[in-house]
């Protein structure tokens, strides 16, 4: 039903002055001929839009960390329309910070520290380098004890290891073009912070890959939430990582989710911040329970933490 000055709405609400006194105004020619629904859901999208805007947190800029496993801002000047550029061959997030272009770039942790080129190209024009610094950065060490199978799978667990990481590598390549990302996260679960990005890792006594991630630490059957609105673009059971969701957030910035109990969406569906992906579990290479949470951008897989807010980071580093 329409809300509209004459209507069975409007005549009951018109012994009402203040309501009266709307009739002709701006707004209400502004929604006469939106229904009721329609009218709650503007109202609701006006509000979020209304504390993002106070908060700035979903517009804010990582944080410029120019290491291996961090992320570097460079700046590629002011224009109407966005430049598009590569690092290390993979095209790179640009978001527009006021009046300037930015380039948002996942550094991986395998980069030799020093200069670094990225290959810009303008709307129009030739092609430019840019040439930003990497600096280094020691990770500390980690020694952990799992099954024996868990560190020398045999040939028939190798060959659905190679199946896993392919579902991870076409997932971590993704490049969507978006406009509008929330680069600013919420954590995805309310746990003990306990392993941090980077460790350089060895499963009884023997070196394996650097941690790509971090580990919240919680109850099997915690809820994980989504840190920010994206689309589900694989989900599985994968040999090392358990029962894992991918988030793709556009412009090469995705997420994964690791060791879950359960799983609550499917690959395709459109999530929203805070929307529920499944549950804290101990599947697949663990200790015990907890998330494992990464971030990627341009196929780089960097510190989650570079993400959060600092008051964020605070709390869950105390």
């Avoid at 929604?31 to 504390?51: D, F, G, K, M, P």
Wanted: glycine content about 10%.
């Amino acid at each position: 039903m329409n809300v509209y000055c004459g209507s069975p709405i409007d005549r009951g609400l018109n012994r009402s002055t203040t309501y009266r006194g709307l009739c002709g105004s701006p707004i209400y020619r502004a929604i006469r001929h939106l229904t009721l629904a329609q009218i709650v859901e503007r109202t609701r999208l006006l509000l979020l839009c209304l504390l993002l805007i106070c908060t700035g947190s979903a517009f804010a800029l990582p944080q410029d960390a120019a290491v291996p496993g961090g992320i570097a801002i460079v700046s590629l000047g002011e224009g109407k329309n966005a430049p598009k550029a590569w690092y290390q061959g993979r095209q790179v997030m640009v978001l527009q910070d006021a009046s300037r272009w930015q380039a948002v770039i996942g550094i991986p942790l395998s980069v030799t520290p020093g200069r670094q080129t990225l290959r810009v190209q303008p709307q129009a024009g030739a092609d430019r380098n840019v040439i930003f610094t990497v600096q280094a950065k020691q990770y500390e060490e980690q020694h952990l004890s799992v099954p024996p199978r868990m560190v020398n799978p045999s040939p028939e667990d190798q060959q659905r290891i190679a199946r896993d990481l392919k579902l991870g590598a076409d997932a971590y390549r993704s490049f969507k073009p978006a406009d509008t990302i929330a680069t600013r996260f919420i954590l995805p679960v309310e746990g003990r912070y306990s392993s941090p990005f980077g460790l350089r890792r060895f499963f009884n006594g023997e070196p394996r890959n650097p941690h790509s991630g971090i580990d919240l630490a919680a109850p099997t059957g915690t809820p994980i939430r989504a840190p920010a609105a994206g689309r589900v673009i694989a989900t599985g059971d994968l040999y090392y990582n358990g029962n894992t969701v991918f988030l793709d957030h556009g412009q090469g910035l995705v997420t994964m989710y690791c060791h879950m109990d359960s799983i609550a969406v499917k690959t395709g569906q459109l999530i929203e911040t805070g929307q529920t992906l499944g549950t804290v579990g101990a599947t697949g290479r663990v200790t015990g329970p907890h998330l494992h949470w990464s971030v990627s951008l341009n196929d780089a897989r960097v510190d989650p933490l570079l993400f959060l807010a600092p008051e964020t980071i605070a709390q869950l580093t105390q």
